[in-house]
């Protein structure tokens, strides 16, 4: 049985109080935008790539404290990074959401994003966490349509 | 069966209900959530059922299943009859004039759907108006910007107040001898604000405007007398009056009804067929093509003998004191705001807590077994115009409790502990 802990722990309160990257970019080579209106999640995502390389990136929006501090670890954890790096993050961290229960993760792999492995314990909240990642892919393909996970 | 008679003598309601025994009728409300009692408060999004309802349910299929309408032998004629009351039952209960005023339908929903698309597009037309209220449940806008899109009619909204009241004034003004069609509803589901319906329809009929009420929210919650109201549609779901769910009723004036186009081609709303030519049926099976959901009727109609046994007047009495009760709790949390703050309300408190998305607090309420609903209750309208994104929505029916009520405010406290 999962208690409240699992889904609030520490570091995620922290980063929901104080998220990270939390501004807009003015100089960003990709922007999109992911919402949850169901929720009432919304979210503006500023990247500046340098060559293959996310050089910036930046979160604005409102929304759960689930999507707030996953934006905000996120941004940290693909700050730097090559395109290819972040979008094997994202596979790990969509992995992570959705092991079967009860599974345990690779803490090596995910890094600081392991703390949202007690998310997929809460099926329903499992699409506030991915919103951020969701629309970093949008951001790097370029779609300009707005994401949701709803 | 057509005229409804007089209900037979006053319904027997007791002057004071045994609301111990009434709760214990809801089997669903015995279990615990996590080792915690079950608070269940998203009634505004469904009801429980009692055992009566479930067990008409299951004696349909036991001892009476068959098509209706159509065969001669015994059981189907036992179904017709079955069905045919429950639409007289639901016309007493809503002091319908002719129970062949009730149409039944998969619900409110497709009730307005109808509505809009049989009298609708026979009406509205390019230049004219529909009106709508600032408040309205997405299931009366949507239907309207269908008809809007199909027949180049415009589509004007009446503002609300902050506190979540209409504002009449601008109503009044909003009115014209384009206004083909008010269409508002009844209790607001974000806010529980009550509009004053009567007076509504009055000033629409002042304008030559047809009115359409939608009473989803309304209907099991307080008495409705259509011809007090004096509108000419109203509609309803019975999934939020202790029915099943896939059923509900657009009730209409007969004249209106009859002078209508069908909606929907099929089974049992034709009285004869050729390729060439197809005669339609008489209202109302005329818009209840193919067959239809007979368990959900007979269910609706055993609903309506549940409710009205207890009394609507009385079912209001207690949850007014229900909500007055829940509002007191959720006041007493520090940083809590109620929305939605009209002089009358019914049945829903929607709040929220300064610096916590709602969606946090229905996660963290559930672990206490409260179930509350969060987000924009299909009414995302409403929370653009209070500059939200969502709140949180405690609502009450006549089978919760006043302890019920108070174990809100520890589950918020906690809530904002965890935010600490």
């Given at each position: ?45 500023f990247v500046k790539m340098a060559g293959d390389r996310i050089a910036d990136i930046g979160f604005q929006g409102n929304g759960c404290a689930i999507s707030k501090a996953s934006a905000s670890i996120m941004t940290q954890a693909v700050k730097g990074r090559t395109r ?33 492995s007690g998310v997929a314990e809460f099926p329903v909240r499992v699409k506030c966490a991915t919103l951020a990642w969701h629309t970093l892919e949008a951001a790097l393909k370029g779609t300009g349509e707005t994401v949701s996970t709803e | 069966m057509t005229a409804v ?416």
């Amino acid at each position: 049985m999962s208690d409240l802990g699992d889904l609030y722990g520490e570091v995620i309160l922290d980063h929901c109080k104080h998220p990270q990257n939390f501004r807009a970019l003015t100089d960003s080579t990709h922007r999109s935008a992911g919402a949850n209106p169901l929720c009432g999640d919304n979210l503006l995502l500023f990247v500046k790539m340098a060559g293959d390389r996310i050089a910036d990136i930046g979160f604005q929006g409102n929304g759960c404290a689930i999507s707030k501090a996953s934006a905000s670890i996120m941004t940290q954890a693909v700050k730097g990074r090559t395109r290819a790096e972040a979008e094997a993050l994202f596979r790990q961290f969509h992995e992570m959401m959705t092991r079967p229960a009860g599974t345990a993760v690779d803490g090596e792999k995910l890094g600081k994003l392991a703390v949202f492995s007690g998310v997929a314990e809460f099926p329903v909240r499992v699409k506030c966490a991915t919103l951020a990642w969701h629309t970093l892919e949008a951001a790097l393909k370029g779609t300009g349509e707005t994401v949701s996970t709803e | 069966m057509t005229a409804v008679a007089p209900a037979p003598a006053k319904p027997l309601a007791p002057s004071a209900p045994d609301w111990a025994r009434i709760r214990a009728d809801f089997p669903t409300l015995r279990q615990t959530i996590r080792g915690k009692a079950l608070v269940y408060l998203d009634n505004a999004a469904t009801s429980q059922k009692p055992q009566c309802v479930i067990d008409t349910i299951r004696r349909f299929y036991e001892e009476q299943n068959s098509n209706i309408h159509r065969g001669v032998h015994l059981l189907s004629e036992k179904a017709t009859l079955a069905y045919e009351e429950a639409r007289l039952k639901v016309a007493r209960f809503i002091h319908a004039p002719d129970s062949r005023e009730i149409v039944f339908t998969r619900g409110a929903t497709e009730a307005i759907n109808l509505i809009a698309q049989t009298w609708g597009r026979t009406h509205v037309g390019r230049g004219d108006e529909i009106l709508v209220s600032q408040m309205e449940h997405h299931s009366n806008i949507g239907p309207w910007q269908l008809l809007r899109d199909q027949t180049g009619a415009t589509l004007r909204v009446i503002p609300m107040t902050d506190a979540g009241e209409l504002e009449m004034g601008e109503y009044e003004k909003l009115l014209s001898p384009r206004t083909k069609i008010v269409s508002v509803l009844q209790v607001s589901n974000a806010l529980g604000t009550v509009n004053p319906v009567k007076r509504i329809t009055e000033l629409a009929h002042r304008a030559g405007a047809v009115v359409l009420i939608d009473g989803a929210q309304a209907v099991a919650h307080q008495p409705v007398d259509v011809q007090d109201i004096g509108c000419d549609f109203y509609v309803f779901s019975g999934h939020k009056m202790c029915a099943p769910t896939g059923i509900g009723v657009a009730w209409g004036r007969f004249a209106l009804w009859d002078s209508l186009p069908p909606w929907q081609g099929g089974g049992d709303m034709i009285s004869s067929v050729s390729f060439e030519k197809t005669t339609y049926n008489t209202v109302p099976l005329r818009f209840e093509a193919g067959t239809p959901n007979i368990e959900g009727a007979i269910g609706l109609g055993a609903a309506v003998d549940y409710l009205t046994s207890i009394g609507m007047e009385n079912i209001s009495k207690r949850e007014q004191m229900l909500l007055a009760r829940l509002e007191d709790a959720i006041r007493r949390v520090p940083g809590a705001r109620i929305v939605g703050t009209a002089r009358e309300k019914a049945g829903v408190a929607s709040f929220v807590l300064e610096g916590i998305h709602p969606h946090d607090i229905g996660t963290i309420a559930d672990r206490d077994g409260i179930a509350l609903r969060t987000g924009h209750h299909c009414a995302q309208p409403v929370m653009t115009r209070l500059g939200i994104a969502a709140t949180a929505r405690a609502s009450v029916a006549f089978y919760n409790t006043p302890e019920e009520m108070d174990a809100v405010e520890p589950a918020l406290r906690r809530v904002i502990e965890v935010f600490r």
